[in-house]
């Protein structure tokens, strides 16, 4: 039986940061019920489509069904409020302060339930001078200090090649939301969880904190090296680049005498993690030395034997198709009325008792007159 099994959701959220964080629920077994308006989820109506369908929406929103309510009717909000006295959670991304407008915010609704898990996710939290402002990933990296120090120290800093504000706020409300399920088992009460995405940009810089920490100055942009520990970095080939990360002593041993300098590993300027840190450039010349004279099969294969760190750089297409990923059953699958055969990507969790059998993702309001019935025991005409 799955983590979630008999778990109800009302998802009232839209686009990505919601919608992420309810198909995680939707994979441990909760039955998630999308509320959309009458013009549905604005991700409905972005790219990429195929014969009319976005892919995007599609596989955001697999394994939930949907439901049409118009919230500003009073009758509608009504038949939402009955949702809730059903509900165990409810999810919402709305910008502070619509939900009071509305009538659905937290008190509103933990009258009606008690036991309500309320997830509000937004940009920069129900509280603080920004709460009320609107918010994109991009304008969370640019905020964040991330992408300050993403990018080359002679270039300009750089977005994160995915919208990784949303996501990852989706994440953590995912994972607070199981936590507060839990408490709720203890104390009988359900409970307002309020998750930023400035907020969760901010908390992963775990190094940048320490360095500001320890030194002061934050490291700014160090490329794909890493700010303390050398080599750490992308390296050319013959026909190429590979990533090559050496983070303690007694791998350096190893990659000493991997580019033919065991004497490195004695040598008090190389010795310590510390010391190689003071001397990147020159750590960065030996290996691209010794990687410049192969090709990057045969460093990876050297490397290999000897025990060291390095990896090819795949795109995510050879990401999907290599055997690891296949392997571990990460991409999965289902059968969408338009667009057929669907892939998605799955919670990258291995669960022991078992995930559900994903179903589609819903068509706008399609299963209405079921979720009626199964939550409320009536159905409508």
């Not at 995510?316 to 991409?331: F, P, T, Y």
Request: proline share 6%.
């Amino acid at each position: 039986m799955p983590a979630l099994d008999g778990v109800r959701v009302l998802d009232l959220s839209r686009v990505l940061a919601g919608p992420y964080c309810t198909g995680l629920l939707a994979e441990l077994g909760a039955d998630v019920v999308k509320v959309e308006s009458p013009a549905g989820d604005d991700a409905r109506h972005l790219g990429p489509f195929t014969a009319g369908e976005s892919v995007y929406f599609a596989q955001l929103n697999r394994g939930k069904r949907s439901v049409v309510l118009d919230l500003k009717d009073d009758a509608e909000r009504a038949t939402l409020l009955r949702l809730v006295e059903q509900a165990d959670v409810l999810v919402e991304n709305f910008r502070p302060g619509v939900t009071e407008r509305l009538g659905i915010d937290h008190a509103a609704l933990s009258a009606v339930n008690p036991r309500l898990v309320y997830t509000s996710i937004s940009g920069f939290g129900q509280t603080g001078p920004m709460a009320g402002l609107p918010a994109y990933d991009l304008v969370v990296q640019a905020m964040s200090g991330l992408m300050a120090a993403t990018g080359t120290p002679e270039g300009l800093p750089t977005r994160v090649g995915e919208s990784l504000a949303d996501v990852v706020a989706g994440l953590f409300a995912a994972w607070s939301t199981c936590a507060a399920l839990y408490e709720r088992e203890r104390t009988g009460r359900g409970q307002h969880l309020d998750v930023s995405m400035l907020d969760s940009m901010i908390s992963l810089q775990v190094t940048g904190l320490s360095l500001l920490t320890a030194t002061g100055v934050h490291p700014g942009r160090v490329g794909n090296r890493h700010p303390v520990s050398a080599p750490f970095d992308t390296y050319p080939t013959k026909d190429g680049l590979v990533a090559i990360a050496v983070a303690n002593d007694a791998v350096f041993g190893r990659f000493a005498a991997l580019v033919e300098r065991p004497e490195l590993a004695t040598d008090p300027d190389f010795s310590t993690d510390s010391a190689r840190a003071q001397r990147v450039s020159q750590i960065t010349e030996i290996t691209q030395a010794w990687t410049s004279r192969h090709t990057s099969g045969e460093v990876l294969a050297l490397a290999g034997a000897a025990g060291v760190p390095a990896a090819p750089l795949w795109d995510l297409e050879q990401a999907l198709a290599s055997e690891q990923v296949r392997g571990r059953g990460l991409v999965g699958e289902f059968d969408h009325p338009v667009l057929g055969p669907t892939p998605y990507l799955g919670m990258p969790v291995q669960v022991e008792s078992g995930r559900p059998r994903v179903r589609s993702s819903p068509a706008l309001g399609a299963d209405s007159r079921e979720v009626l019935s199964d939550w409320l025991s009536e159905l409508v005409g």
